[in-house]
């Protein structure tokens, strides 16, 4: 027989232990390795069963054990002791508290987040890195007030057929079970937000507050008696349903997210964000809700858009466009139109925000959420520097008329949040050596004094830690498979804590490429079989449940990993989750990783084990592009330009196989008379040396402040004080040059000062007549741009130079000057072009307007000696 209804019932503690509940309701405990050491204490056995969740382990553990803890003095001790730090922690000024002019607030807006592994609300990646974020943001203090979604089932569990097929299982999660408060209003009823829906139907949602150290996380929860069955059911999984499913989720997350603010900060008297951050497309809705609030305030809808996009930040996480959420285009005018719409929010208005600039020749109309994500943003960041080229060129129609690199999408490379998926050991270690380095993070240098045994020793123990969880996995996965106990003895000599052991850990779409390390088996096995050399390999990976293709690559490499004499050298292990993870970056010597660039976004693990004392062995795409240095890991060759797809693997896989047989294998092998791997060691030194204080999200957290966060903020106060007098402002100005910008010409660029051969070191003297029609010469910027030429006469990287208006005529004419320093030699080229220009503008492209000569009269191309 099934229940009907789940639910837990909580233990009641005695009055002596009361501080307990207060260090489970906050998952600092996640990251602070002191507090969890007293939830062991409590009972170690429980500890274990309930695999480290503190709410499983106080709903489990006996009165009696308890009584016992509350007369056991010096239990209390450390338990008023650990609840003084976590106040302390809660209230203590930090980095952000020593900064000036920063947002009072920010909302961060994410469809996943993955915190710990006793909440698992994440599925890859994009929740890992908001987990991350919201870590680091409470230990410097950063006032982030994150938005979420509860799903009832969460992402699934993964274990594996007998033929090694994906099976994917979806447990209940009950939220009386979880670290969780329901948001209630001063009457003491569950705050709830509504949003209507088409045909009369109304979606309801309580919400659940998560303490993430000094963060307040909302997550949003359908499952409500007052909704229907497709609405109670909106949160029932992590991107699970169609796309009619797909899309209440996203209105709940963005509109209803805006809307659970409001109440939060209405109920706690928390300051109401200044600015809003929208991780993925998944939450752009916001923009829209925020519109609404806006207009029914007396704003028009281009006023409102402009308030909203100053306060508001859109970091798109994909470099493919099939990872965008596209929905089509009747779908969302059937949400926000007819009986539905919103009065002051006119529906075209909205689809015009998601509408691709380029539309697809006989595709229906569709609507673009990371599109809509810009647009109402008016800053955009990518998550590395090459994800950042990346996003330029993807989404370089939204700016036609500028060259990729102006196109206003920056870049913030991601960080990982130390405390979380560094093993403890490596904490201490660098506690008791370096105490800077954990208190500040400074003096990173001091890592070449630690001792070549020391590391050596610790890499040894977490690599067999590893070893001994990875037997334990994988008898359960094949007892899950239905083999008996008594066939199972050979798992016991499954890895070895001696063989150099190689990680690889992803989700499983086909541009992470899986099985690129079975291009050749053959091949393959000789690394791992090699008698002198030998090497491991640890495997897991999740494809998504509706992806066949990724299940299949996970079958073939579950295949191979079965066969008996490699079985004890690879492994695939199921379920891959953050415990899992920790396992892997802290035990792996190596963590590989070989996506077909340039489809890695960022990619973090490698980070996470570069901070464990492990070495990259990657495809330069990423992070790893931007950081390799020639001696901190090693970068796999990449076959660009080879269109035969099976041809680049092949290609790749070779160099891969190469690489870890010519260099890793020896290096790591290559001992000195006392036993210790010498060049290795100083080749991992160096790297958690110039890789640490990079790769930290606490670096990534105060760049988001320093160049996103804080300008957003100034520019949101700007456009929202005196009744948002300068949004009105900014509104009609941009409505005035739109429309005059036809009549915008450039109508005529003479120069002199240099003759028919230019010589390097002299200046050209340049003189521009603009037609400005309606405008006035404080309305545009006119650049001259200038640069070495290619064949075809383009300007590869130009610099620009703002020439001066010097006269204004009667029939609207204006005439500029300038100069061009002629300060390099070759091939030689300028062009003349206007842009609007204005302060509030955050770019010289944010309204995607630029004119430039119709014919290159007047253009002097040359060579320069």
Known sequence: MRAIRRFTVRTVLPPQLAALGELVHNLRWSWHPETTDLFAEVDPVVWERVGHDPVALLGAVEAGRLRELAADRRFLRRLADAADDLREYMTAPRWYQSQSDTPQAIAYFSPEYGIAAALPQYSGGLGILAGDHLKAASDLGVPILAVGLLYRHGYFTQSLSPEGWQLEHYPSLDPGGLPLTLLKDEAGVPARVHIALPEGRTLHAQIWVLQVGRVPLLLLDSDVADNDTLARDVTDRLYGGGGDHRLLQELLLGVGGVRAIRAYCRVTGHPEPEVFHTNEGHAGFLGIERIRELTEARLSFDEALEAVRAGTVFTTHTPVPAGIDRFPADMIERQFGGSNAWPTVPVDRILALGAEPDGLEGEKAVFNMAVMGMRLAQRVNGVSELHGEVSREMFQGLWPGFDMAEVPIGSITNGVHAPTWVGREIMELAGRELPALVDRSQGWEGIQRISDADIWSIRGRLRRRLVEAARRRLRTSWRDRGVSAAELGWVDEVLDPDVLTIGFARRVPSYKRLTLMLSDPERLRELLLDPERPVQIVIAG????????????????????????????????????????????????????????????????????????????????????????????????????????????????????????????????????????????????????????????????????????????????????????????????????????????????????????????????????????????????????????GPHDELAAPDYAVLAAAEVADDGKAFYRGTVPLDRTGAFGYTVRVVPRHPLMASPAELGLVTLPEEPAGMTNGTLR
């Open 542 to 789: 999740k494809a998504h449940p509706a992806d066949e293709g990724g299940k299949k690559l996970i079958q073939q490499i579950v295949k191979f990993a079965d066969m008996e004499d490699v079985r004890h050298r690879i492994v695939f292990l199921p379920d891959y989750d953050m415990t899992l993870g920790q396992l892997l970056v802290q035990g792996c010597d190596v963590w590989m990783n070989n996506p077909l660039r340039p489809l890695e976004a960022c990619g973090t693990s490698g980070m996470k084990a570069a901070l464990n004392g492990g070495l990259n062995l990657s495809i330069k795409d990423g992070w790893w592009d931007e950081w390799y240095d020639g001696t901190n890991g090693w970068a796999i060759p990449t076959a660009d330009g080879v269109d035969d797809p099976d041809r680049r693997d092949h290609l790749e896989a070779q160099a891969l196989y190469d690489l870890i047989q010519i260099e890793v294998a020896d290096r790591f092998y290559d001992r000195a008379a006392d036993g210790l791997p010498r060049r290795w060691l100083e080749m991992v030194k160096h790297t958690l040396t110039s890789l640490g204080p990079k790769v930290l999200a606490g670096r990534m957290l105060r760049d988001y402040v320093d160049d996103l966060y804080t300008p957003a903020a100034r520019s949101a106060r700007a456009l929202g004080a005196d009744g948002h007098a300068q949004a009105r402002a900014f509104a009609a100005w941009k409505l005035k040059v739109s429309r005059a910008w036809p009549g915008v010409r450039v109508e005529h660029v003479e120069t002199s000062g240099v003759g028919d051969t230019p010589e390097v070191g002299t200046a050209l003297d340049l003189r521009a007549t603009i037609a400005l029609g309606e405008l006035q010469p404080d309305d545009v910027a006119v650049q001259v741009a200038y640069g070495r030429v």
